[in-house]
């Protein structure tokens, strides 16, 4: 069974090499690819499928992503691995 996984990365580049690399790797069914942590929490709030690993940038600027960790646990939702 494919895995749908989210990438939060604020730079376009990044996105691009991973969302290249993840879909020849085959592992994911389907990407979700967010430029900023705002973006990500907002988009994990809504009706949309399940995410099952979110690859997530530390550095980015407004809220990084410690503080995406931080307000993603206060949500009370079941947790999702996250790669840093």
Avoid: C, W, Y
Avoid at 8 to 23: F, G, P, Y
Avoid at 29 to 45: E, I, Q, W, Y
Wanted: no cysteine; proline share 7%.
């Amino acid at each position: 069974m494919q895995k749908t996984v989210m990438v939060v990365d604020d730079n376009e580049t990044d996105l691009l090499l991973t969302r290249l690399r993840l879909e020849r790797s085959g592992i994911a069914g389907r990407l979700v690819l967010m430029h900023s942590a705002v973006d990500a929490l907002v988009h994990l709030a809504g009706p949309g499928p399940v995410v099952d690993l979110i690859l997530l940038d530390v550095n980015m600027p407004g809220m990084d992503g410690f503080d995406f960790l931080d307000r993603h646990a206060q949500r009370g939702q079941p947790p999702v691995p996250v790669v840093m």
